[in-house]
């Protein structure tokens, strides 16, 4: 899965990356590097959450590649 990421830079120097495709989805990290490891931790939690929030039908889903 790809995923658009924004990292900016806080006015306290904390690079912040958030992922727009993702509501709430928001990491930080004191180097620009370490914003990204921490996202990808994010995205995962996020996606767990979201599993966990939903009594889905595996039997009925359906992998989506674009």
């Keep these: 899965m790809k995923l658009h990421i924004s990292i900016e830079k806080?006015?306290?120097?904390?690079?912040?990356?958030?992922?727009?495709?993702l509501p709430g989805c928001f990491s930080q990290g004191k180097t620009r590097e370490e914003a990204l490891t921490n996202i990808k931790e994010a995205i995962k939690g996020w996606f767990q959450v979201m599993e966990s929030k939903q009594s889905l039908d595996r039997t009925r889903l359906i992998e989506l590649t674009i």
């Design 10 to 21: 806080d006015e306290s120097g904390y690079f912040v990356a958030e992922v727009p495709a």
